[in-house]
């Protein structure tokens, strides 16, 4: 399959799985549909000179940056900043609703060996988790479910992307500088670059930070978001319980009892209340 990963004002660098090409495209290509970075195309050979000629179907697309056909976003914490668990509940939240997986990777290790536990207990019946430390190069986890993928990092500042990606990367990108640079959003990057790693596997180097623009889910829906009161909802008493205050609600039932994650609960209803008085105005 050939992917652009690069976009120029009118040149793509695409990689064509054998071979790194440099393409222009078709006027009428790029008037019906904005060739971005991730795509899928097809070219052709017009006298020498390799062109565009469609752009495949996306499986999703983000705008800022401008990036299509993402498999994973790769929700970065840490123990140290303190994470803000609201801020992972709505980019899962985010990534369900346009169709992009998501996975938590918890990073710095080294820090603190109960922050994994704490992680696992909110997410683990929701989301793959996985675990590295960045600082020691213990990437494996990483490596391994980016491995035939594009994937896109978020998260808060500090909690070690660009380190993890420069170990991913080995000495080389590292030390020329390149990523840092463009990691410390030096200038506004709202064109992404796709990384190589291996073939079929890429990194995007600006964070998945458009995906935070819009938090658009309608309160009476938000229970459908979380897999696992989906699941229990079948025990609710009443069809649709949004398990806020409704009598004989199985999920308020578990968190009472303690079965179920009290934090993430609480959260959740936080956020209900949140999107409903908004609707109300
Ligand atoms: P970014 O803002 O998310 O790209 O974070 P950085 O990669 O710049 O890392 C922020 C700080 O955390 C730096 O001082 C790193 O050295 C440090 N750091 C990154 N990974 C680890 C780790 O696994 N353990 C510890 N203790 N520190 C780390
Ligand atoms: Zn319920």
Redesign the pocket.
Known sequence: MNRVIKVETDRYTVDTGKETVVCFARKKVKRSSDIVVGDFVELENSEGVLTVKRVLERKNSLIRPSIANIDYIIM?I?P?PEPDFYLVDKMLINCARRNIGFIICV?????DDGFLKKVTDQYGADVKIIS?????N?ISQLTEVLRGRFSC?A????????????ALHGEKIAKSGEL?AN??GKNTTTRATLYKLDEGTFIADT?GFGLLEVFDVEYDELDLYYSEYVELSQKCKYHRCMHVSEPGCEVKRRVEEGTLNKDRYERYIETYKDLKSKKKY
Request: with cysteine; hydrophobic share 30%.
């Open positions: 970065t840490a140290l990073n710095k290790t080294d820090l590295v430390c960045a600082k020691d213990e990092f998260g808060q500042s500090a909690v070690g992307k660009s380190s993890m990606i420069n840092s990691n410390r964070p």
